[in-house]
């Protein structure tokens, strides 16, 4: 992995070495913060509810960043360690005494944790900060009623891990929405979200997409066998509605939403895309002018997304692979489709908008939009539609009449 952390630091100054010689009209905004930018605009996020630091306490963020000096990423992945460990011990020796506060602070470790590995964990110390990550957010969903459960799917000699949570005191088979994340998301934040569609007597499992967390391959053309595997395995669950499967996906994980909505439409009553890349977002032209140094992303977009491709080192290999998961280049835009939910900002920066308006253009039967005209990535608006309220009052909404489950519990 140390090969891997210094070659990103290589191609993290080619980035800007491209940009700033081929895109000299707007040279500030084609090149990554620097550390002392970053600084100011995660904090500027923590304070605003702002992802990826939705839920973080700004002292928290301060603490952790007065012990980084350099943009090495294992003094990263320490610096906010250091801050969440103590809220992990504090929960540790709580927890049979006060288990309230104790959940408290495993989620306020987690959620540390996972900054510090964020957006991927590409060097030793960011393992080390994903896997405290995932150690704190199994001991914060322990608290959890109905309870989590951690599922293994067998797939090609390795296995699928899921979270899956049925809603409680329901003696019939439930709906279920198959939960898949973006680029730096988790499963462990989807779970955390989905809980929330519970009470309407639907289920969730919630997965990590091709390349991201603990999925157990890549992305590449046919990477989505990885989630039709995950529905083989909810329809022999006997609690699950096998004729009300959904699936949702954020990001990246609305791709492949988008991709299921076509390649598994006998199987799924509906899906939710939120942003989901369709076809300009995978040209060179989109990668060299809109991805690199990106603004709105926090920093590292191209190594994060780089990462997850199937046998991707380097930019011109990114740019030559990227072109072959375009739905139109796989002569599947304007099939049929299952009933769909696209959710999208007018002014996003890391999916073009006119991939939405080509998904939406497309199939066989009438799509449900919500386009956000103010909205960026994921159709955010900040203090006015931040993601839990779209969550809460766009998505689920639209989950719970594609299920027809007309009555909360």
Do not use: C
């Not at 993290?12 to 009209?25: E, G, S």
């Not at 997965?207 to 999925?215: L, Y």
């Not at 009553?269 to 076809?279: H, K, M, N, V």
């Amino acid at each position: 992995m140390q090969g891997f952390h210094n070659r990103f630091a290589v191609v993290n100054l080619m980035f800007v070495l491209t940009v700033m010689t081929t895109d000299t009209a707007f040279p500030q905004e084609r090149r990554e913060r620097t550390l002392d930018e970053i600084k100011t605009e995660a904090i500027h996020r923590a304070e605003n509810g702002m992802y990826p630091l939705i839920g973080l306490d700004p002292a928290d963020v301060r603490e952790a960043f007065a012990s980084i000096k350099t943009t090495d990423k294992d003094e990263w992945a320490g610096a906010f360690m250091a801050v969440a460990d103590k809220y992990m011990a504090e929960g540790k020796a709580l927890e049979a005494t006060d288990p309230t506060r104790a959940n408290a602070d495993y989620i306020r470790a987690w959620r540390l944790y996972s900054f510090g590995r964020w957006p991927i964990p590409a060097s030793p110390g960011k393992q080390r900060s994903y896997a405290k990550a995932l150690e704190a957010f199994r001991a914060h969903a322990r608290f959890w009623d109905p309870p989590l459960e951690i599922v293994h799917i067998p797939f090609e000699g390795k296995e699928i891990i899921g979270y899956l949570r049925l809603p409680k005191n329901v003696q019939r088979p439930v709906p279920l929405v198959i939960a898949v994340n973006g680029l730096d998301s988790r499963k462990e934040d989807l779970a955390e979200s989905f809980g929330a569609i519970l009470p309407y007597g639907i289920g969730f499992l919630a997965v990590d997409g091709p390349g991201t967390g603990q999925a157990p391959i890549k992305v590449s053309e046919n990477a989505d066998r990885m989630l039709s595997r995950v529905i083989d395995y909810v329809q022999t669950r006997p609690e699950v509605d096998k004729t009300k499967l959904a699936v949702h996906g954020v990001s990246w994980g609305a791709y492949w939403a988008a991709k299921l909505a076509i390649v598994e439409r006998a199987r799924l009553r509906g899906a939710s895309a939120q942003s989901p890349p369709i076809d300009k977002f995978f040209q060179k032209e989109f990668l060299m002018n809109s991805l690199l140094g990106n603004r709105e992303y926090l920093f590292d977009q191209v190594p994060a997304l780089m990462n997850i491709l199937e046998g991707v080192k380097s930019l011109d290999e990114m740019a030559a692979f990227l072109p072959r998961m375009s739905l139109v280049h796989q002569n599947l835009l304007g099939k049929p489709t299952a009933p769909m939910l696209v959710i999208a900002g007018v002014l996003d920066t890391q999916v073009p908008i006119s991939d939405i308006y080509l998904l939406l253009d497309n199939g066989d039967v009438p799509k449900d939009a919500w386009i956000n005209p103010q909205g960026g990535h994921l159709g955010r608006q900040v203090k006015v539609w931040p993601d839990p309220a779209i969550f809460k009052q766009v998505i689920i909404p639209w989950l719970v009449r594609t299920m027809d489950v007309a009555v909360r519990q």
